[in-house]
């Protein structure tokens, strides 16, 4: 694979840090352009990875669909990884499917109305759905022979992966799925007014103060205000009580999707924010300051979110200061066996260890471990069909042994007592015997 990466921000560092791990002597990772529309950050990664000439540095700026598929051709890339900001997802996209290479994102383009109308049905409420410009385009890819795999990362990407494989596994009728994000980082130093993104500015903005959606089969996807539905969830792995909202998220999209001929009734996406953050957001969209209209101050013309996009501290400058864990998973319920059954699949990530194996802040190396895996299934062949697609459309289980291989730590915990914990790394293994002796099954009929 010849794969051309653009964003050269901290998750894009980090996909690249993990791949160069997994395939130092690249046998099925031949080369990487970085490109960015500062090169100095992409010469930089460059330098830091420094692997024989394995990477290459551009300039990028990825508005123009042109220059993009001018890079592909100039460099003979056949995969194009789309780390930039969400507002060029589009035209990075469009751009792949011209130049007749394969294309994977972390996320997707959403545009409410303004103001937005709450309630039953994402069309009174967007003007353009997330995941609705990729989808729509899947046979047009199918038709080239293409493919498209869309929301890589951790939520979305490896929770949709964990979402398949209880469908498939730890259920007979999938019923519920409610991802979880959340965690205990705190940063000693802060004082009490200060505030941390913990991911990229656009994004946060964007997830955060965009109406929320669930999707319920009864009444399709219901459409609410900013953090709303909050609730107290106990996370495992050490991590405690969260106290999470609702948040526009790709994963009530996508589950649905793939999963309702499973049973699937309800699903949600929540999320635990940080008082101060949620305030200052708040605050930020009151003032305009999410906007993207141009604005004239003192004979300068301004776009506001880019000064607050500035302004702000950056994800990647964190990391030294932050201790505590990531905890990401879905909450699911459903039948097993004709009993009822409740668990939760997670994926617990330490700072520490991040900041020590990866050099990079937790959300960041937990989000570009997930974008990894799924990069390596798609250069080895394993994920391939001809289409737009997300994690839930393919086997889960090769995403799941790659995850025990890199030390990708996931764990299951039964919130039933009738049942025993599935954690334990015997009954996962038998469960991918089995699952391995029934893809035989099926390629002898």
Request: glycine share 6%.
């Amino acid at each position: 694979m010849r794969m051309l990466l653009i964003g050269a921000g901290a998750v894009g560092e980090s996909i690249l840090r993990i791949l160069e791990t997994r395939d130092p002597h690249r046998s099925w990772l031949e080369h990487v352009v970085i490109a960015d529309i500062s090169i100095e950050r992409a010469r930089s990664i460059c330098w830091n990875l420094d692997s024989n000439s394995r990477y290459t540095p551009e300039f990028l700026d990825a508005h123009h669909a042109e220059d993009i598929i001018e890079l592909i051709k100039k460099h003979n890339c056949d995969f194009v990884m789309d780390a930039a900001s969400p507002f060029v997802t589009n035209t990075i996209f469009d751009a792949a499917f011209e130049a007749g290479t394969k294309y994977a994102n972390m996320g997707t383009w959403s545009v409410p109305f303004d103001p937005p109308q709450y309630g039953i049905g994402l069309e009174n409420c967007y003007k353009e759905p997330m995941t609705k410009y990729n989808f729509d385009r899947h046979e047009a890819w199918a038709q080239k022979k293409n493919m498209a795999v869309i929301c890589l990362g951790i939520d979305p990407g490896v929770v949709n992966v964990f979402a398949k494989f209880a469908a498939e596994y730890l259920f007979d009728e999938l019923h519920e799925v409610h991802v979880k994000d959340g965690g205990n980082l705190t940063i000693p130093s802060a004082g009490e007014d200060d505030i941390a993104f913990g991911f990229n500015v656009w994004t946060v903005l964007d997830e955060c103060m965009n109406p929320n959606v669930e999707w319920n089969k009864d009444y399709g996807f219901i459409v609410d205000r900013p953090f709303a539905g909050e609730e107290t969830f106990q996370m495992p792995a050490g991590v405690g009580s969260n106290t999470l909202v609702k948040i526009e998220h790709e994963e009530t999209v996508t589950i649905p999707r793939y999963l309702q001929k499973y049973g699937l009734k309800r699903c949600t996406f929540k999320i635990a924010l940080d008082d101060n953050l949620v305030k200052a957001l708040k605050v930020i969209s009151a003032l305009g300051l999410r906007s993207l209209q141009p604005l004239e101050v003192d004979g300068v013309t301004v776009i506001p979110r880019d000064v607050v996009a500035a302004c702000a501290p950056q994800p990647e400058d964190l990391g030294d200061e932050m201790i505590g864990k990531m905890c990401v998973g879905i909450h699911c319920k459903g039948l097993k066996y004709g009993k009822t059954r409740e668990v939760f699949m997670y994926q617990p990530f330490d700072n520490e260890i991040a900041m020590k194996n990866w050099e990079m802040q937790v959300v960041v190396a937990q989000t570009g471990f997930g974008a990894a895996v799924a990069i390596e299934l798609i250069a080895k062949g394993i994920w391939n069909d001809v289409g737009v697609f997300s994690p839930e459309y393919f086997n889960p289980i090769p995403f799941l042994r790659i995850m025990d291989e890199t030390g990708f730590e996931y764990g299951i915990v039964e919130m039933d007592s009738e049942y025993k914990t599935v954690n334990d790394k015997n009954i996962m293994a038998q469960i991918f015997k089995e699952a391995a002796q029934s893809q035989k099954d099926k390629k002898k009929t």
